[in-house]
T-cell receptor
Framework: QKEVEQNSGPLSVPEGAIASLNCTYS??????FFWYRQYSGKSPELIMS????GDKEDGRFTAQLNKASQYVSLLIRDSQPSDSATYLC??????????FGGGTRLMVKP | SAVISQKPSRDICQRGTSLTIQCQVD?????MFWYRQQPGQSLTLIAT?????????ESGFVIDKFPISRPNLTFSTLTVSNMSPEDSSIYLC????????????FGAGSRLTVL
């Protein structure tokens, strides 16, 4: 069974620190990887996508992909209280099907 | 990207009844997806709604329990049949975003509570 694993947290970081969120996946043929943010009571929204090994930066967010080790991570620099949410890792396994991890709850304390 | 409207946004239902959730997209899309998010859990794909053919269900989900309609390229419904408290979840409609492949956009979700 294709799996996507995340530490459920909560991950607590002080405001201004770097938050590091990790995700591992089991299917070696996966090609597309996504990070979604979900605020409590809201639907998920895409914040980052990554398709190639290495780093991809977008503002305060950096996604890192290592296909050999089958992990993808999300770094949030200068964390803000408004970043407090659950972060879902999603992996494209077959065509348009996404498998979601269980999510990591991030808490940024002022 | 597409704008998705879902209704109802929330409902409280009695055990044994059925509820139909509607999903309307502001543009034509080939594939629409229905996800379930149980309390404190991640998203699980229920089925893919295809226009002009039967929905494709994922393992653990069956048509009798979750019948889906897809009458055109902008609309779909998901019915949760013969509900039990275990069906209390958020049900999310999603589509592939126009801007990129395999990127999902979600509706606001329908929060169902079954008593």
């Amino acid at each position: 069974q294709k799996e996507v694993e995340q530490n459920s947290g909560p991950l607590s970081v002080p405001e201004g620190a770097i938050a590091s969120l990790n995700c591992t996946y089991s299917d070696r043929v996966s090609q597309s990887f996504f990070w979604y943010r979900q605020y409590s009571g809201k639907s998920p929204e895409l914040i980052m996508s990554i398709y190639s090994n290495g780093d991809k930066e977008d503002g305060r967010f950096t996604a890192q992909l290592n296909k050999a080790s089958q992990y993808v991570s999300l770094l949030i620099r200068d964390s803000q209280p408004s970043d407090s949410a659950t972060y879902l890792c999603a992996v494209d396994n077959a065509g348009n099907m996404l498998t979601f991890g269980g999510g990591t709850r991030l808490m940024v304390k002022p | 990207s597409a704008v998705i409207s879902q209704k109802p946004s929330r409902d409280i239902c009695q055990r044994g009844t059925s509820l139909t959730i509607q999903c309307q997209v502001d543009s034509q899309v080939t594939m629409m997806f229905w996800y379930r998010q149980q309390p404190g859990q991640s998203l699980t794909l229920i089925a893919t709604a295809n226009q002009g053919s039967e929905a494709t269900y994922e393992s653990g989900f069956v048509i009798d329990k979750f019948p889906i309609s897809r009458p055109n390229l902008t609309f779909s419904t998901l019915t949760v049949s013969n509900m039990s408290p275990e069906d209390s979840s958020i049900y999310l409609c999603s589509v592939l975003a126009i801007s990129g492949a395999n990127v999902l956009t979600f509706g606001a979700g329908s929060r169902l509570t079954v008593l």
